[in-house]
């Protein structure tokens, strides 16, 4: 049977999850300057006195808020990486699978984990877990390329990595079409697993004979 203490500590917990979520949803609208005691309450749609009792200050808040965030994206990557996605999975099938992750996952969303990632990363006592979900986000590229049969996909994984974190920059600017964004970016990790199949010796080949056929 739960007791009265128990009962009280799960909605103490709970509270608390609604003023880190409701501090999250401002950041998105408006930036840490979005987050006071009195909005984040307001948004939690609890009495305006409650964040002062669970946070000493609004730094407190929006740290723990951003850390929250980026460990619950750094257990979602962990578990995708987890998942059995099949045998017949390959590089050819990402243009499709990419397009409707984009449709799903909008500029807007890009936005929003970029600007919570930047500010974690920004802040020393979270450091360390935006080190963290950075590692979860290759360790699923390096599981996803070890399905589809790549070699050794470790350092293949962080240049993919790069390529797409520099894709969710780009779509801020509207510069290309979603469906255009998603065949560049399939179009680089193929380049990215070309190079890495032939490897440094034949890359190197090949600016040679690039070289010689400008001269």
Same mark, same amino acid.
């Not at 739960?2 to 500590?9: E, F, G, M, P």
């Given at each position: ?9 799960? =909605? ?9 979520? #409701? ?9 840490? %300057?979005?987050?006071? /005691?009195?909005?984040? #309450?307001?948004?939690?749609?609890? @009495? ?10 609004? $730094? ?6 951003? $850390? ?17 996605? *099949? ?12 397009? %409707?992750?984009?449709?799903? =996952? *909008?500029?807007?969303?890009?936005? !929003? ?7 974690? #990363?920004?802040?020393?006592?979270? =450091? ?18 070890? %399905?589809?049969?790549? /070699?050794? @996909? $470790?350092?293949?994984? #962080?240049?993919?990595?790069? !390529?797409?974190? *520099? ?20 179009? *680089?990790? =193929? $380049? ?24």
């Amino acid at each position: 049977m739960t007791s009265r203490a128990q009962l009280s500590q799960e =909605r103490s917990r709970l509270r608390r999850d609604e003023l880190l979520a #409701a501090a999250i949803e401002l950041f998105a609208e408006g930036g840490s %300057r979005a987050i006071t /005691h009195r909005a984040v #309450a307001a948004r939690a749609g609890l @009495p305006s006195a409650t964040t002062t009792y669970y946070f000493e200050s609004i $730094g407190d808040l929006i740290r723990e808020a951003l $850390g929250a965030h980026i460990d619950q994206w750094s257990r979602d990557l962990e578990a995708l990486a987890a998942v059995d996605v *099949g045998a017949d999975v390959s590089i050819d099938d990402a243009s499709h699978l990419i397009s %409707r992750v984009f449709a799903v =996952r *909008g500029p807007e969303v890009a936005a !929003l984990e970029l600007a919570i990632f930047l500010a974690a #990363a920004r802040v020393p006592e979270l =450091r360390d877990n935006a080190a963290r979900s950075m590692r979860a986000f290759e360790d699923l590229a390096t599981s996803l390329l070890a %399905r589809v049969g790549i /070699h050794e @996909p $470790g350092a293949l994984s #962080a240049s993919i990595v790069t !390529l797409i974190t *520099g894709t969710a920059v780009r779509r801020q600017s509207g510069l290309y079409t979603e469906d255009d964004e998603a065949r560049l970016l399939v179009s *680089g990790i =193929r $380049g990215l697993v070309a190079a890495h199949a032939i490897g440094p010796e034949g890359v190197d080949r090949t600016l040679a004979d690039l070289r010689k056929a400008q001269q």
